[in-house]
């Protein structure tokens, strides 16, 4: 296995994104505020704009996509040196690997380059194994959000996490 590799995605990843995307949701569908079939109704064309303008990333491994994560940038002028990390999803396969890190790390790299100083990112607290990854990429708890999310019946508590870049 080569060394994964981090870049921007582009529309033309759309198939492969909305696939990671779809099995993100399937297999953790408590991890996100999107639902399966909230993400499955969404166009491509939707798709492929949001990817044509937006910050996501992807981390290859063998030239094949293993993992997404984007940047929502926060765009006022009292903010716009934060971003939101959102749809952070590494395949099973690669997790363990150092592929998570090195998408996390490239996302903030181009973080920095786009004059943003500081990630913010929303975690349930049931969600021990995240919450260790995020700690060891930097990020520390500021604040928690109590119901944050209702599944089923059964409200979850989010962590609100932020790492500084600068």
Known sequence: MTKPSVRRLSGA???EWRALRLEALSRYPQA???THDEAAAVPMDTIVHRLDTGHSFGVF???????IGSLIHLTREQT????????????????????????????????VDM???QIELYVASSNARGIAFYTRAGFHEVGRIP??????????TDLIMI????
């Open 13 to 15: 990843d759309a198939p």
């Open 61 to 67: 491994q063998d030239a094949v996509l293993v993992g």
């Open 163 to 166: 790492r500084r870049l600068t």
């Open 80 to 111: 716009k040196h934060r971003a939101e990390l959102g749809a952070f999803f590494v395949q099973p396969h690669a997790q363990g690997t150092g592929t998570a890190r090195a998408l996390l790390d490239g996302m903030a790299e181009a973080a």
């Open 115 to 117: 004059g943003i100083r």
């Open 32 to 34: 996100f505020l999107t």
């Open 147 to 156: 119901n944050a999310t209702l599944s089923d019946g059964m409200s979850e």
